[in-house]
């Protein structure tokens, strides 16, 4: 797999093309300081943005990209429903206010945010497959599945999710899950990849830093680019933004990887989507 541009896709089952480097926006306040994120991202080449019902900025996303003056189609917008509106026509009523904030008329992408649980999830999938079929959202997918959701899910899907968008960095890897995502056609998406700034402070991140006169974020972000999943840092500051996707000119090797992946201890820095209180 070589990854050699910010503008790079990882392909969907559905034969779209998701970049699989963007911006997270959870955090980033609505009004000017999300417009600026925006802008200041896809100047840098960014070409996916990452929001969510629940991060109450789709006003301001929609307004930065249209500021930044680059054309609807070139940039994948991905939006989540929250799980107050999880349901059958509560999620089309849900996807319809995230479209109008964003005044856009499709979404690229159209999450399930965390599992609810059979019956309510798979009836929001359902939702979301109608979505599809309706050319109103390019792909479909969910977050915070693990195997266990997704084994019972899929039995009642007529489209395998194409997204499953979890918690992942070199702490937290889950690699059976993803394992399991990939056999399925799945794309796995990291969120919080960074830790939210914690990986600074791990030595052989640091270390690896040093040889490719690189941050160990960076370093973090081109191993989960390496590892084949779709990566999302979030920042509303335009050093960090433009620091974090440069990235695409080195390569670790694969006994770095490894090395990364040594890490893992399950540890995370968000809920347990088993235990997730809401
Ligand atoms: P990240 O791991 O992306 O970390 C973001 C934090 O790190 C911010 O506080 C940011 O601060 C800081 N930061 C960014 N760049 C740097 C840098 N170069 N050096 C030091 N600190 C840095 O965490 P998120 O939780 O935001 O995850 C990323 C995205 O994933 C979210 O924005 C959201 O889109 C998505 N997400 C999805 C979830 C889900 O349930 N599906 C849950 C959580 C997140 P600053 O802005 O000040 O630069």
Not at 5 to 14: K, M, Q, R, S, Y
Not at 42 to 57: C, K, L
Not at 140 to 150: E, R
Not at 173 to 195: H, N, R
């Amino acid at each position: 797999m070589s990854i050699t541009d910010i503008a790079g896709t990882f392909e969907l089952h559905n034969g779209v093309e998701m970049p699989y480097f963007g911006l997270g926006v959870f955090k980033s306040k609505e009004g000017q300081e999300v417009v600026n994120a925006i802008k200041w991202a896809i100047d840098a080449g960014y070409r996916h943005i990452d929001t969510a019902a629940i991060y109450r900025n789709e006003e301001g996303v929609g307004h930065g990209i249209r500021e930044s003056g680059i054309d609807r189609k070139d940039v994948f917008v991905v939006s989540k429903v929250w799980n107050n509106a999880q349901g059958y026509d509560s999620t089309l009523k849900a996807f319809d206010e995230s479209l109008r904030k964003l005044k856009m008329d499709y979404l690229d992408l159209y999450l399930v945010h965390w599992p609810k649980g059979h019956p309510r999830s798979t009836e929001t999938c359902k939702a979301l497959e109608h979505l599809y079929r309706d050319g109103r959202v390019r792909a479909i997918g969910v977050s915070n599945f693990l195997q266990h959701h997704l084994e019972t899910l899929l039995p009642h899907c007529e489209i395998v999710p194409m997204v499953n968008q979890m918690e992942f960095h070199p702490k937290l890897i889950q690699q059976p899950l993803l394992d399991f995502c990939t056999e399925k056609g799945i794309v796995y998406e990291a969120w919080s990849p960074i830790m939210k700034g914690e990986v600074l402070e791990i030595p052989i991140l640091q270390e690896l830093g040093k040889k490719y006169d690189k941050s160990p974020v960076q370093i973090t972000l081109r191993w989960d680019l390496q590892k084949g999943v779709v990566t999302i840092p979030k920042s509303s500051k335009k050093e960090r933004i433009e620091s974090n996707a440069e990235i695409f000119d080195f390569e670790l090797t694969g006994e770095e990887m490894a090395e990364i992946d040594s890490l893992d201890q399950g540890y995370r820095t968000g809920p347990d989507p088993d235990n997730f209180d809401f």
